[in-house]
């Protein structure tokens, strides 16, 4: 059986006083055969399936074999015998003009500040751009033209864009999320022997505060909020999430199943250790009661603390 697509000594490029980005290529893809091209940024990936896709000139053959008969794709895109071949394509970025002078220097600074792209970019803009972009390893596309990037390459400058943006809240969100956070203490969880009060409230804080703590600090972040009421809110979000695990260890001991959500005593079946066995019913409900006095502690003087202080008082004697 014929390939469904044979590429033969395909070269093509974009300006053909350079190089160019592909040269004498050649593959055949069999009926019901999976491709996949992989290459570093510019190898010319994109290049190749734009040419098959009829969109850039070549030098070269490129036969298709659909089930109307075998069809050639000739140099300047034309379709020659057979059944004009259907293929779908999923562009992996928009795309820019090439004739286009913006360069990724400006194009960061017209994204990143009110400087007006026309007149010479100072300094500072141009090495916050070029600090963001060796972030994703693009440093050398500093001063390369938008419309010539390949698609890799777009990608590193849209992602350098996206972190500066918003470096603050993926940040944040890494931190609670990552090895020091709550892959930390799912490590502590299923691979350390847990037998303490410290040891508890160390696996709790990580498992379950960081992500509690870590959306009230990303809303902090979204509303510009001073470093000093960060601090309080996080503290807040740490001392409540405390409370509701430990509420959580309690409830699984004298909760009502259908209420609670999961099997009663399941914890203890499992083998787990918590707040209950080494605290006992009623230490754990004075350590909840303690923990949400420090968290309304924590924003007590925030003028508008009402709502925050009613959450933390619903949540010490939840059923579920």
Request: aromatic share 4%; hydrophobic share 40%; glycine share 14%.
């Given at each position: 059986?014929?390939?469904?697509?044979?590429?033969?000594?395909?070269?093509?490029?974009?300006?053909?006083?350079?190089?160019?980005?592909?040269?004498?290529?050649?593959?055949?893809?069999?009926?019901?055969?999976?491709?996949?091209?992989?290459?570093?940024?510019?190898a010319g990936k994109s290049t190749l399936f734009r040419s098959?896709?009829?969109?850039?000139?070549?030098?070269?053959?490129?036969?298709?074999?659909?089930?109307?008969?075998?069809?050639?794709?000739?140099?300047?895109?034309?379709?020659?015998?057979?059944?004009?071949?259907?293929?779908?394509?999923?562009?992996?970025?928009?795309?820019?003009?090439?004739g286009d002078p913006i360069s990724v220097l400006d194009f960061f600074t017209a994204a990143t500040s009110k400087w007006p792209v026309c007149l010479p970019i100072p300094q500072k803009y141009r090495e916050r751009c070029r600090m963001s972009l060796e972030r994703v390893h693009?440093?050398?596309?500093?001063?390369?033209?938008?419309?010539?990037?390949?698609?890799?390459?777009?990608?590193?400058?849209?992602l350098a864009l996206a972190l500066w943006l918003a470096w603050k809240p993926v940040r944040v969100l890494a931190r609670a999320c990552g090895a020091d956070g709550m892959v930390a203490g799912q490590v502590l969880d299923t691979l350390y022997g847990i037998h303490t009060e410290e040891q508890l409230k160390a696996m709790y804080r990580l498992k379950?505060?960081?992500?509690?703590?870590?959306?009230?600090?990303?809303?902090?972040?979204?509303?510009?909020?001073p470093a000093d009421m960060r601090a309080q809110a996080v503290e807040f979000a740490d001392q409540l999430g405390l409370a509701f695990q430990i509420?959580?260890?309690?409830?699984?001991?004298?909760?009502?199943?259908?209420?609670?959500g999961k099997p009663i005593g399941s914890d203890k079946e499992e083998g787990k250790i918590t707040y209950v066995d080494v605290d006992g019913l009623e230490g754990c409900?004075?350590?909840?009661?303690?923990?949400?006095?420090?968290?309304?502690?924590?924003?007590a003087h925030w003028p508008e603390h009402d709502f925050l202080f009613a959450l933390a008082d619903q949540l010490v004697d939840r059923k579920k």
């Open positions: 059986m014929a390939p469904v697509l044979e590429l033969r000594h395909i070269t093509c490029g974009y300006d053909p006083e350079e190089p160019p980005a592909l040269r004498g290529v050649s593959l055949a893809l069999e009926p019901g055969e999976r491709l996949a091209l992989v290459g570093p940024n510019g098959v896709l009829g969109q850039l000139s070549y030098q070269g053959n490129i036969t298709f074999s659909p089930a109307g008969g075998p069809a050639i794709r000739l140099a300047d895109g034309t379709v020659m015998g057979g059944t004009r071949p259907l293929i779908g394509y999923v562009p992996q970025s928009p795309s820019f003009d090439r693009g440093g050398d596309l500093l001063d390369k033209p938008m419309g010539g990037l390949s698609g890799g390459q777009l990608q590193r400058v849209l379950t505060g960081v992500m509690i703590s870590g959306a009230a600090e990303l809303g902090c972040v979204a509303a510009d909020m509420r959580d260890d309690m409830l699984d001991v004298v909760g009502d199943q259908q209420v609670f409900a004075r350590a909840v009661e303690s923990c949400t006095q420090k968290a309304k502690d924590a924003v």
